[in-house]
């Protein structure tokens, strides 16, 4: 495979499916977090949901289970993870919401306490607040460490809708239509059960993360991840300013790289 000299992104890693790729990314994933091991106080996860991620902590819990107790237990008695995004008005108990998806795939599976695993409110009497806190909350903590990231097909990362500046904090937004069709999926396809505002992190927080990790797969993405990869960056493209991190990973499967035009390919 050719060499790829450029900085931005810093490397593009495509499998062959979405399967290969998953165990790709927790192959790094369990390295850093290995890392974190000899740490006293990591800094915190980012973490993010959607149907790209799912297998991914499914993989991720998979491999925990196999690490040694003792490095288990320090790796669990240190996390810290702040979630990108949650819709603003479902129930607790609502099994559409952020927190119940973080609760099944992450929480229940490692037993962490929602103090550890942390989602924004999205029934705060005062979402704004409440996403004012979330972000003061993040930052007080030294910011994302890793963040893992999904895609909209219209571009958004978290809920950071188009038009949107690469210097937006975290804060209460109104979802846009294609967004609210695209996650109907989750509310049995009815789109009047999709909340119409969310609170996300903004672009400020998401640029602010020591590394981002963008993961991309099936052909519905493969339109938007061509634009990230040849277009400059601008309000219309909230993914477009990624092109401004230095430590950002792509990882395509064939299915979102194959329509891609440039041919970037970096080897592990
Ligand atoms: C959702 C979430 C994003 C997620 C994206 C991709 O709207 N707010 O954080 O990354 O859309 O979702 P999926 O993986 O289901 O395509």
């Known amino acids: ?17 979405a399967k290969t790729l998953v165990a790709s ?5 369990e390295e850093r977090l290995r890392r974190r091991l000899s740490e006293d106080s990591p800094k915190p996860l980012g973490l993010a949901t959607g149907r790209t991620m799912r297998p991914v902590y499914i993989e991720l819990i998979s491999r925990l289970r196999s690490w040694p107790s003792n490095e288990l237990e320090k790796l669990l008695g240190s996390w810290c993870s702040f979630n990108l995004d949650e819709y603003v008005g479902l129930t607790d ?23 550890k695993l942390r989602v924004p409110n999205g029934l705060a009497q ?15 903590r030294g910011g994302v460490s890793i963040q893992l990231l999904g895609i909209g097909i219209n571009g958004h990362l978290g809920f950071n809708e188009p038009p949107c ?25 009815d789109l009047n059960k999709v909340p119409v505002e969310a609170i996300t992190l903004g672009m400020a927080e998401i ?12 052909t519905s993405k493969a339109h938007i991840l ?13 993914e477009s300013w990624l092109r401004q991190h230095k430590n950002l990973y792509v990882w395509a499967d064939h299915s979102a790289f194959g329509q891609c035009k440039r041919g970037m390919i970096a080897s592990k």
């Open 1 to 17: 495979m050719p060499h790829m000299k450029e900085a931005w992104p810093k490397k593009i890693l495509i499998e062959r499916d």
């Open 165 to 189: 500046g690469p210097n937006t904090p975290c804060r209460l937004v109104r979802l846009s239509e294609t967004t609210r069709i695209q996650n109907a999926f989750a509310f049995n396809g």
């Open 126 to 140: 005062d979402p704004q607040i409440e996403a004012s806190l979330y972000g003061e909350e993040l930052r007080m």
């Open 207 to 218: 640029l602010s993360a020591e590394e981002i990790h963008l993961i991309v797969t099936g």
């Open 93 to 115: 108990k609502n099994i559409d919401s952020y927190l119940a998806y973080m609760a099944k795939y992450v929480g229940e599976p490692l037993q962490l306490t929602p103090d």
């Open 226 to 238: 061509n634009c990230l990869l040849s277009q400059p960056s601008s309000n219309d493209l909230p």
């Open 25 to 29: 990314v927790v192959d790094l994933l």
